[in-house]
């Protein structure tokens, strides 16, 4: 079975603080996600890298940056978290050549305060 | 871009069956898919349609028409492990990454 794990299940920061989110996938899986998830918005994607070092933005980078160094992880750095960034984070991982499936982490609440 | 709709909540009973629309304007796209996520846990893949017509998988089954712009999921002999929020997607027409595009979902409540 796929696994995807997220480093932490709920999350609180204080405004202005640098923020890692980290996602790591088993299945060595070449393309990587990271969505927000908010009540009556469904998922958004906010970047994805489809290879180590690549990294392409999603629908709502601002405010946010990516790192891949490793195949298999895949991080979200807040640079500065702002109230407005208070939401549950989902990672996921697909794997290459138009494979419509993508395997989801359990998610991190984070909470900005 | 693409615009998903679906509605908020569906409530059913036990036993039932239950109709989950999902209709998009969208220039086009590879195919459509369902997502189901219980309250707490992650998203899971349910279906996908990459072609117009109905795919069935077990108590399961979706159903597309580009012409239509429409597709749905249709859940089967409800049983209440089935409460949980549903979520149509789609692949973009210029994405060849697997980006998915997502509606906001729908809340299916199964009661006794």
């Known amino acids: 079975d796929v696994k995807v794990t997220q480093s932490s299940r709920y999350l609180v920061k204080r405004t202005g603080e640098k923020v890692f989110l980290e996602c790591v996938q088993d299945?060595?899986?070449?393309?990587m996600f990271w969505y927000r998830q908010d009540p009556g918005l469904g998922l958004r994607l906010i970047y994805f890298s489809y290879d180590v070092k690549m990294k392409e933005k999603g629908d709502i980078p601002e405010g946010y940056s990516v790192s891949r160094e490793k195949k298999e992880r895949f991080s979200l750095i807040l640079e500065s978290a702002s109230t407005n960034q208070t939401s549950m984070y989902l990672c996921?991982?697909?794997?290459?050549?138009?494979?419509?499936?993508?395997?989801f982490g359990p998610g991190t609440r984070l909470t900005v305060t | 871009g693409q615009s998903l709709e679906q509605p908020s909540e569906v409530t059913a009973v036990e036993g039932a069956i239950v109709q989950i629309n999902c209709t998009y304007q969208?220039?086009?796209?590879?195919?459509l898919s369902w997502y189901q996520q219980h309250d707490g846990g992650a998203p899971t893949f349910l279906s996908y349609n990459a072609l117009d017509g109905l795919e069935e998988t077990g108590r399961f089954s979706s159903f597309l028409s580009r012409s239509d712009s429409y597709g749905y999921l249709l859940l089967q002999e409800l049983q209440m492990k089935d409460s949980a929020s549903y979520f149509c997607?789609?692949?973009?027409?210029?994405?060849?990454?697997?980006?998915?595009?997502f509606g906001a979902g729908t809340q299916v409540v199964v009661t006794p």
């Open positions: 996921a991982s697909r794997k290459g050549d138009r494979d419509y499936e993508q395997y």
């Open positions: 299945m060595d899986h070449e393309n």
């Open positions: 997607a789609v692949s973009p027409p210029t994405d060849s990454w697997g980006k998915l595009q």
């Open positions: 969208t220039s086009g796209f590879y195919g």
